[in-house]
């Protein structure tokens, strides 16, 4: 029995809505949970098959550890004060531990199974890095008040050697480490701003990444070989720069203006980098998602998405880890991006470039516009005698190019203000008066661009066998007819026509161009008679 046609399209839209709806999912075959707990986990850090973080079950923080090799977990330290924070390298696993008077950094050795203490100066130290055998972390012990705010500097241990060695001597903070080979980066608050710092072991020299003000962003910057990334936000946006060491060279990697929903909370922002990608929590409808950027590609994806929080991302190879909050609780959960990922069409660049060419569009249309309807007078050069069958125009001294200037005054600033206003995911209403900002110079723009146009195109007198007709302005032009011409005036700087009901029309000559004044006065004398004026 044939099957009606209306029976055969059911399977074939179903296919297509299940193909549609596979486009945004992230849940698929390539994400898997690591903990299934009931208590909280945090701060997942992974290298190779092994995934670090650390965990409430107890009663108290501690680190726990997964092989995804073996599918197996098991515990790294469970002393029974707060270990915070893990960091891992190979079969080191570093962290922050509360066991003594004061948190020290602590590690354990995958390999041989045995706990060691990093540092042993009674100071406090935190946010511990490690990479080959160098453990860096923030340190307090040379603050005047003890284990109090202030005078934090970057401190490193090296493991081989079992030797500490000091980084950073500036009497500001120095906080928030990150290693990669033999350099190491910190947020650096000295000169009362907070900027991206970089050190060389290999040279011992110091070196600025960054000058801008950091103090309200992101602590955090990541480092890969020579990139190095960190995040900057304030009241109204969240952006994420990079920096190539080897090339000297800054760059962006992502923008946006949801970060206002969520002001109030700086947890899991912390950024992750390897090789050329780069991952951090995107705010999509004021709930945490975890987006990325291939600096190669120059493409944006979706790594996690959807109604649960997932936050606080780690990477290695073609594996993201992070926190995934559901029902109340956090579980760690991975992903493998070697089975692909979602490009974000609508991303940073993506809407930079539309609002961009939105904004050219805007300007550029009543001259656009001018040119279909022509609600000019097209100028004629090329037969600048008057004969019976062709008039003969004169130009005026206005100059289209102070329109231009200001036109393109008007663009560039019309375009800052709508870039850095609208090209957010949300706009509040405290934007609002910078968008009709920007939009007002857009229309500005687009009315010098027609003026300058218009000023180029019309000429200021036109002379035909019939008429005079003078084009003052673009919406006011007078007319009057030889045979009604009574008088001609000439002055010193003006022409009046005087008609036979004694209407006075007058040329302004400092109006007109000073390569057509001498042939318009010839002409007004003479309509049929003057040869021509190059």
Partial sequence: MKLDSKVRVIPLM???????????????????????????????????????????????????????????EFPICTDPHDQWDPAIYGDIVVWQDER???????????????????????????????????????????????????????????????????????????????????????????????????????????????????????????????????????????????????????????????????????????????????????????????????????QEFIVASGKDEQYWPAIYGDIVVWICEKDGETNIYGRNLSSGVDPVFLSYRMMVIFVCCSFVILAVFPTVISVCIKPYVGRIISERMVTSEKPRDFRRSDNPLIYVIFAVLSFFLGLRTIVNTFYGRIVNSSDLFWLIFGLFLAVITGLLVYLAFWLKRTPFVRITNDEIIIFESRTSKKVIKWRNIQDIDFKDNKVELISSSDMKFTIFLDRVDTRDKEALIEALKHPLEVPSYP
């Avoid at 296919?15 to 075959?29: A, D, E, I």
């Avoid at 190779?48 to 650390?54: A, F, R």
């Avoid at 130290?125 to 080959?132: F, T, V």
Wanted: proline share 3%.
């Fill in 100 to 298: 003594s008077d004061s948190t020290k950094i602590y590690g354990y050795n995958l390999s041989t199974q045995k706990e060691f203490p990093v540092t042993k100066h009674p100071s406090y130290q935190c946010n511990p890095a490690i990479y080959g055998d160098i453990v860096v972390w923030q340190d307090r012990r040379n603050s005047s008040l003890g284990n109090s705010l202030g005078n934090d500097d970057i401190y490193g241990y090296n493991l081989s050697t079992e030797q500490e060695f000091q980084i950073t001597t500036d009497t500001s903070d120095q906080c928030y480490p990150a290693i990669y080979g033999d350099i190491i980066v910190w947020l650096d608050e000295r000169n009362f701003i907070g900027a991206i710092y970089g050190y060389n072991l290999s040279t011992k020299e110091e070196f600025q990444i960054t000058n801008e003000n950091m103090t309200a962003g992101w602590p955090y910057p990541v480092i890969y070989a020579d990139t190095v990334v960190w995040g900057t936000t304030t009241s109204d946006s969240m952006v994420i720069d990079g920096y190539n060491i080897s090339e000297s060279r800054k760059f962006r990697v992502f923008r946006d203006f949801v970060w206002k929903c969520t002001g109030w909370s700086m947890e899991g922002m912390r950024l992750a980098l390897y090789e050329d990608l780069v991952l951090w929590v995107y705010y999509e409808d004021c709930n945490r998602d975890i987006h990325g950027y291939n600096l190669s590609t120059h």
């Fill in 14 to 72: 179903v296919f297509c809505v299940m193909g549609f709806l596979s486009l945004f999912s992230v849940k698929g075959s390539d994400v898997f949970e690591i903990t299934r707990n009931s208590s909280h986990q945090y701060i997942p850090a992974i290298y190779e098959n092994i995934v670090v973080w650390q965990d409430d079950r107890n009663g108290n923080m501690d680190i726990y550890g997964y092989n995804m090799s073996t599918h197996e």
